[in-house]
């Protein structure tokens, strides 16, 4: 079994087993156990859906707190594209930036900077001959973890570049110890500012033998809060951003593919849309592209349920707010190349969703009773036996995970004859 760090958890005292994010979750990783959910770590992708969704407000991410940031030296903040849309009226960057400054951190390194750096990369890398195509982005971990658990067949898809949030983080420490030799690596902070959950799965796990460059990730919500109580737009801004549209607009869905100046591309938001765009390719029914950019949150980043405003809101004020911007800030030239510590070395491996055993014969076996046996069930998908559809349960059964007689409908069934046999033939009701 793999060991991966999740940054969804649940709180059993606020769960009254509603079935509510079972039914939402996109990989089937949630079951309801005596009346309480329960999340399959080896399922679980830390999408969110189960947070956004929950109406008990019983999921909840893991970030670091804001406090934490001073157990180092020296602090700088990698502030996601997302966190410009959280404030009205924003016409210059420099502002949140800034407040940043103000709430306490020593710098401040925009991921939409190095976002455009990942942006010229991959116009590079899909000039590259003999890589597999369509090329699918691996900004959204939530993706990346879902093509290499349900989608294997595309692994080789995926683009090998780290996302702008590690770009960032290394850059950044590498610029603070040129400016403060006086300093330790281990002093120096690296705390991205997240709109999401997963986010923060990937800074604990990593990908592949990757290790992440970020030391806290913290909540959008959080630091707002802490900023719209220092930022004042009626005092002289200091602080300059050094990124254009082009990094800005990784934050909303479509903003990285539009950078690439290419027309092959396709670009998809929502994490069921998502799959079914992977459905697609891997059957091979779509037309030829050149890149996928798929982003698990409605919108994009700005959907992620670590935000504040409403996602639709957030990409209007993107909108607005590019109106004020430089193209890019950060770029590189055609004769340039990409820089070997930029590149993920090996995709890491998990044992696949749909595998019921490492043994080809096995799995064939429980494939051929889960079949049977969902062919029995009602087929309603009520969910009320604690699992998401029956197809599901029918699994659930076979591996030994669950009693037929937790379906309510086929248990009722089994009453009626009981009392039907039992009265001589008549019902209770005497029919």
């Given amino acids: 079994m793999n060991t991966y760090i999740h ?13 509510t994010c079972m039914k939402h979750c996109p990989t089937e990783a949630i079951r309801i156990r005596n009346g309480c959910a329960v999340i399959d770590s080896e399922r679980c992708i830390d999408c969110g859906e189960c947070i956004r969704n929950c109406p008990n407000n019983a999921k909840k991410s893991i970030c670091n707190s804001f406090d934490e940031i001073q157990n180092y030296k020296y602090k700088i903040a990698l ?40 942006s010229a990369y991959t116009r590079l890398y899909l ?51 040129e400016k403060h030799p006086e300093l330790k690596a281990e002093e120096i902070c690296t705390c991205f500012i997240s709109p999401c959950p997963a986010k923060m799965s990937y800074a604990r796990n990593g990908f592949g033998s990757y290790k992440s460059e970020v030391d806290l990730v913290v909540s959008m919500s959080e630091i707002y809060l802490k900023l719209i109580n220092v930022m004042d737009r009626e005092k002289a801004c200091d602080a300059v951003s050094q990124a254009g549209r082009i990094g800005v607009s990784w934050a909303i869905c479509g903003g990285e593919g539009s950078a690439l100046l290419n027309d092959k591309i396709l670009a998809a938001d929502g994490i069921n849309n998502v799959i079914s ?17 798929l982003n698990a949150c409605p919108s994009g980043c700005v959907g992620g349920v670590l935000t504040i405003e409403n996602p639709y809101v957030a990409k209007n004020r ?29 995709i890491p491996s998990y044992k696949p969703l749909n595998r019921l055993s490492d043994n080809l014969g096995e799995s064939m076996r429980l494939m051929s009773q889960i079949q049977a046996l969902r062919k029995e069930l009602p087929g309603i998908d009520c969910g009320s036996c604690g699992a998401p559809n029956c197809r599901a349960f029918a699994e659930d059964i076979v ?9 309510i409908i086929a248990y009722k069934e089994l009453i009626k004859k009981y009392i039907k046999d039992y009265d001589g033939g008549e019902t209770v009701d005497g029919k």
Wanted: hydrophobic letters at 45%.
């Fill in 79 to 118: 502030p996601a594209p997302a966190l410009l849309a959280q404030f009205d009226n924003l016409d210059n960057a420099g502002f949140v930036l800034q407040g940043l400054l103000d709430i306490g951190f020593d710098e401040v390194f925009e991921v939409s900077k190095a976002a455009e750096l990942v």
């Fill in 318 to 346: 993107l909108h607005t707010l590019r109106r004020y911007m430089p193209i890019s800030l950060n770029s590189i030239s055609d004769e340039e190349y990409i820089p070997k510590e930029s590149f993920i070395s090996d």
């Fill in 7 to 19: 940054s969804v958890s649940l709180d059993s005292s606020k769960c009254t087993g509603c079935t």
């Fill in 277 to 293: 765009v992977l459905d697609q390719i891997e059957d091979g029914n779509i037309p030829p592209i050149d890149f996928v950019e």
């Fill in 399 to 407: 591996m030994g995970n669950a009693d037929r007689n937790e379906c």
């Fill in 127 to 177: 000039q590259t001959e003999g890589i597999k195509k369509p090329v699918i982005s691996t900004a959204c971990p939530v993706v990346a973890r879902l093509i290499v658990l349900r989608f294997p067949f595309l692994k080789d898809n995926l683009l090998p570049l780290l996302p702008p949030m590690e770009v960032a983080a290394a850059m950044a420490k590498k610029e603070a110890l």
